[in-house]
Structure formats: structure tokens, C-alpha cells
């Protein structure tokens, strides 16, 4: 009883392993979304509520689905290019900003995203200087 492939062989841990990371990654980014929509400024931040967006990348990471209309779409996969000189860009300026006292200024605000995505963007990323040297 179970699937079977055309050689005969059980295939039923294969199916059971595919529909688990099928279901990690379902969970992983409704845990990610759930963050999103539902956190607020009141909360306590960070804390134990910085575990479900993490737990929530960790299931996606685990999952490893290559396949996925999720992950594997021209968007995503920029997105993952990009992720690190972006990261590499914001936590700076928004710590300057903080010091600075401009944290919660409109104009430094938009200020800050734009080079936070146009210049990594205009240069091809700081991968040439930051992320690939590291390797």
C-alpha cells in the first residue's frame, strides 16, 4: 500500500518529506505575514515576538523549494540578490537617524530609504566590496 514508482520501489517517504517542506513553507510565510499585518509599535520590540518572523524564515529556508511560484519568481530571487546590500545599507542610516534624533522625520525617513535602494541599486550592489569578498 503507498505509492510506488515505475520500478516498483515504495516512494511513501519521499511523498511524506515533500509534503512537509511543502507545508514549511506554507507556514513559514504565513507566520512572516502574520508579523506584517498584525505587529504594532506597543509591542515589545525586540523580544520573544522577534521569534515568529525569524521561526517563519527558517521554515521557508528549510523548505528549500526550488520549484516554488513562492520563492522561485523573477521578484523573489531579486529580492534574495539584493537582500544583503540592502541590509547593509539601512541599519546604519537608520542608526545615524536615531542618534541624530531625526528617526520619526518624513523627510529623513524617505531620505534614508532612497539611499538605502537607489544606491546599492546604482552601483550593482555592494557585493563587489562586502559580500562576495567575504567568500
Not at 3 to 10: E, L, R, T, W
Not at 121 to 130: K, L, R, V
Request: glycine share 10%.
Amino acid at each position: 500500500m503507498g505509492y510506488k514508482s515505475q520500478s516498483g520501489d515504495d516512494l511513501w517517504p519521499t511523498v511524506v518529506v515533500l509534503k512537509f517542506f511543502f507545508l514549511a513553507e506554507g507556514v513559514g510565510f504565513a507566520l512572516i505575514i502574520w508579523a506584517i499585518a498584525t505587529f504594532d509599535p506597543a509591542m515589545q520590540w525586540p523580544g520573544y515576538l522577534a521569534l515568529v518572523p525569524v521561526v517563519g524564515a527558517m521554515l521557508v529556508l528549510a523548505a528549500n523549494r526550488q520549484r516554488s511560484w513562492l520563492t522561485a519568481n523573477p521578484l523573489a530571487r531579486q529580492l534574495g540578490a539584493s537582500s544583503y546590500s540592502i541590509y547593509l545599507w539601512h541599519w546604519p542610516l537608520v542608526v545615524l537617524l536615531t542618534y541624530a534624533g531625526e528617526q520619526a522625520n518624513p523627510q529623513w525617513m524617505v531620505a534614508g530609504g532612497e539611499v538605502t535602494f537607489m544606491e546599492p541599486a546604482a552601483e550593482g550592489g555592494t557585493d563587489d566590496w562586502g559580500e562576495v569578498v567575504t567568500r
